[in-house]
């Protein structure tokens, strides 16, 4: 995996979410396709995202606990993994760290 993205746009206001927990840029590729380049700050409880199109979460560093949709279970992902959620639906997200990662919108 590339550890850059060659060849993009940024857009330069930034993503504030949860009052600064969490932060992102948007960056637009040639192709017209955009990803977010983003930290999550440690949190004390679980931070809801709805998503409109599929997302695929690419962790770059830290580990954080994931609930996609309805689910009841958290699953732990950690640097160098990715979790996929669809598109019109939402997840809760928590980490004791800081959180760097990547979001692919996939739709």
Same mark, same amino acid.
């Given at each position: 995996?590339?550890?850059?993205?060659?060849? #993009?746009? #940024?857009? !330069?206001? &930034?993503? *504030?979410? $949860?009052?600064?927990?969490?932060?992102?840029? +948007? *960056?637009? $590729?040639?192709?017209? +396709?955009? !990803?977010?380049?983003?930290?999550?700050?440690?949190?004390?409880?679980?931070?809801?995202?709805? +998503?409109? #199109?599929?997302? /695929?979460?690419?962790?770059?560093?830290?580990?954080? /606990?994931?609930?996609?949709?309805?689910?009841?279970?958290?699953?732990?992902?950690?640097?160098?993994?990715?979790?996929? *959620?669809?598109? &019109?639906? /939402? $997840?809760?997200?928590? +980490?004791?760290?800081?959180?760097?990662? *990547?979001?692919?919108?996939?739709?």
């Amino acid at each position: 995996m590339s550890a850059q993205f060659d060849h #993009v746009s #940024v857009i !330069k206001k &930034s993503n *504030v979410y $949860f009052g600064g927990l969490c932060i992102s840029h +948007t *960056v637009q $590729f040639e192709d017209g +396709t955009k !990803k977010t380049l983003g930290i999550l700050l440690p949190t004390e409880k679980p931070l809801t995202f709805e +998503t409109h #199109v599929p997302e /695929r979460m690419e962790i770059i560093s830290g580990e954080c /606990r994931v609930q996609i949709g309805d689910s009841t279970e958290s699953e732990l992902f950690r640097a160098g993994q990715s979790f996929y *959620v669809p598109g &019109s639906s /939402r $997840f809760k997200i928590e +980490t004791d760290e800081v959180l760097d990662y *990547v979001c692919h919108f996939e739709g």
